[in-house]
């Protein structure tokens, strides 16, 4: 597929052209050309009719398959540019879901992506109503009127049936949720702009394998692994990336996979230190958009700058001072650390997750006695996959204590070894 791309830049829009570059080659597209004019947005075509000419003789002269905007276009821009151009016109949300039907696996991921394809094409098709009911015959896709008014009913329909099925699929998360609270077990999410990282991180913590590669939008699949720290068992969980204005379709489609975030006890939010310090700003602030839109801001987060192989030790430890500065009173903020996922080098990460950890309410400091000497292998095995043992004492053979900080759903199990536990309201007894 050959395509054209066309960048208008005004003050109030953000556009950076090696993103819009890279989301082309993601989408699996070869770049003719592209087209960028600096100018306030033209009601009827996005760009300015003179802007438009010359596309169009571009169009006649390269012959692509599509031009793509970086700019999003209204329903009636994108109509009267088709018309103009008479090739496909798109703008920079189908570019994205272009590259999501290529990236999806799951049933959910499918789902989703549908669904946020049809809430899309759904003002494209009013609009293409609209036009026929004022005389214009050129329909949508090349369909007839009859035609048009169906495919409007039908994305109605399957619109209802999808938000069915992701419904259930939610539902069934939800009961697996609740059996991972109850259990006590902490949940971690890997947030942050698309890839910054984050897959990489997650088989560095966990010694996965899941899928990690140089380019946008390579998780789509919510992927949840456990993993332990300090002798604590912890979930953490890879999330779909963002990107700079995320439309509120796409944020809806995927609700269910990005609640995740919401959900989690910690969030690390992964963000590429090799880049300018403008583009690292700019992909943070884009990324507490999308987190302020889930409500998620209020969660513990620990900001993870990666990829610090790719620069010198001065530039990391700037870009994290600078980070801090615009972070606090911004997020909940635990702290900003500097990592390499490629490179195993996470110490920062450790400390900050231990620091974060100890923090949270499902994180006790307890006293357990156990007086059946024959429970003692059971309670310490239980013990040591989700909590931190301070302090052992043997009382000469008759009972031993342990006091450590555990996760609180845990307890319930304990209890039944037949093990007597207290809590210990001040944690720094030990």
């Known amino acids: 597929m050959r395509a054209i791309g066309v960048i208008r830049k005004s003050r109030q829009e953000r556009i950076s052209r090696e993103e819009f570059e890279e989301l082309l080659r993601s989408a699996g597209y070869e770049i003719l050309a592209i087209v960028e004019q600096v100018r306030e947005e033209h009601p009827r075509y996005n760009i300015g009719p003179g802007k438009v000419e010359e596309l169009k003789n571009l169009v006649k002269e390269l012959k692509p398959d599509k031009v793509i905007f970086a700019n999003k276009l209204t329903p009636s821009q994108a109509y009267n540019l088709w018309k103009e151009l008479r090739v496909d016109v798109i703008d920079k949300w189908q570019l994205v879901l272009e590259i999501f039907e290529k990236r999806a696996h799951s049933k959910e991921a499918k789902l989703q992506v549908e669904l946020a394809n049809l809430q899309y094409e759904l003002p494209l098709v009013k609009e293409a109503i ?3 009911k004022m005389g214009d015959r050129a329909g949508f896709k090349g369909m007839g009127e ?11 329909y399957r619109m209802g049936k999808i938000k069915e099925e992701l419904e259930k699929i939610k539902a069934e998360r939800d009961v697996r949720r609740k059996k991972r609270e109850e259990d006590g077990f902490v949940l971690i999410a890997l947030a942050g702009y698309t890839n ?9 913590l966990t010694g996965e394998n899941v899928e ?4 946008m939008f390579t998780t789509l699949d919510t992927t949840t692994r456990r993993f332990k720290l300090g002798g604590k068992l912890l979930l953490i969980t890879d999330t779909v990336g963002f990107i700079d204005n995320l439309p509120p379709f796409i944020v809806e489609a995927f609700h269910s996979t990005l609640e995740e975030i919401v959900k989690a006890d910690i969030i690390v939010l992964v963000l590429d230190s090799s880049e300018a310090w403008p583009e690292i700003r700019r992909k943070f602030f884009a990324s507490l958009n999308v987190l302020r839109e889930l409500k998620a801001l209020e969660r513990p987060m620990i900001i993870a700058l990666n990829k610090i192989d790719k620069v010198s030790p001065e530039d990391a430890e700037t870009k994290k001072m600078l980070l801090k500065e615009i972070a606090e009173g911004r997020v909940n903020l635990i702290e900003v650390v500097k990592i390499s996922a490629k490179n195993g080098i996470l110490e920062e990460l ?3 997750l231990e620091k974060a950890l100890l923090k949270l309410p499902k994180f006790q ?3 357990i006695v156990v007086r059946d000497s024959t429970q003692i292998g059971k309670v310490l095995s239980l013990v040591y996959s989700v909590g931190d043992v301070l302090e052992i004492t043997y009382n000469g053979g008759e009972e031993t204590t342990i006091k450590a900080y555990l996760q609180s759903g845990i307890i319930r199990e304990l209890t039944r070894l037949g093990v ?6 001040i944690r720094e007894e030990a």
């Not at 910054?196 to 991180?201: C, N, P, V």
């Open 130 to 132: 609209r036009r026929i």
């Open 146 to 156: 009859y035609q048009v008014h169906q495919y409007f009913k039908h994305i109605r």
């Open 196 to 204: 910054a990282g984050k897959s990489t991180l997650l088989n560095a």
């Open 212 to 215: 990690a590669k140089n380019q």
């Open 350 to 352: 450790y400390e900050a």
């Open 365 to 367: 400091f307890f006293e």
């Open 420 to 425: 007597e536990i207290r809590r210990l309201q």
